[in-house]
Nanobody
Framework: QVQLVESGGGSVQAGGSLRLSCAAS????????MGWFRQGPGKEREFVAA????????YYADSVKGRFTISRDNAKNTVYLQMNSLKPEDTAIYYC????????????????WGQGTQVAVSS
């Protein structure tokens, strides 16, 4: 089991940047595949980015590819989402998630979720 806590959200203008962090508990963080998902107003939770246990494999939603970067530091039990060139449509609550099976873009494949951090991007 792993406990996840997101941080780093805030309000920025379009074109700005934010770096989200997800701090995980325990000695087994490196055993987890990690992902970032987001849920905008009136929308379903959607995939943003995923990363393998060692960080060697990453996946991105088409909507964020080239702008967002997922990374992890297993020594710090932390996964990051660097968000550049932010757009108003990136406004959402961002969640980190973990599973022990595979690198996945599917919400239902993740077993553990953080509480979310709000990102608001204004024009």
């Amino acid at each position: 089991q792993v406990q996840l806590v997101e941080s780093g959200g805030g309000s920025v203008q379009a074109g700005g940047s934010l770096r989200l962090s997800c701090a995980a508990s325990g000695r087994t963080f490196s055993s987890y595949y990690m992902g970032w998902f987001r849920q905008g107003p009136g929308k379903e939770r959607e995939f943003v980015a995923a990363i393998s246990r060692s960080g060697g494999t990453t996946y991105y939603a088409d909507s964020v590819k080239g702008r967002f970067t997922i990374s992890r530091d297993n020594a710090k039990n932390t996964v990051y989402l660097q968000m550049n060139s932010l757009k108003p449509e990136d406004t959402a609550i961002y969640y980190c998630a973990a599973n022990m099976r595979h690198t996945s873009v599917v919400v239902d494949h993740y077993d553990y979720w953080g509480q979310g951090t709000q990102v608001a991007v204004s024009s």
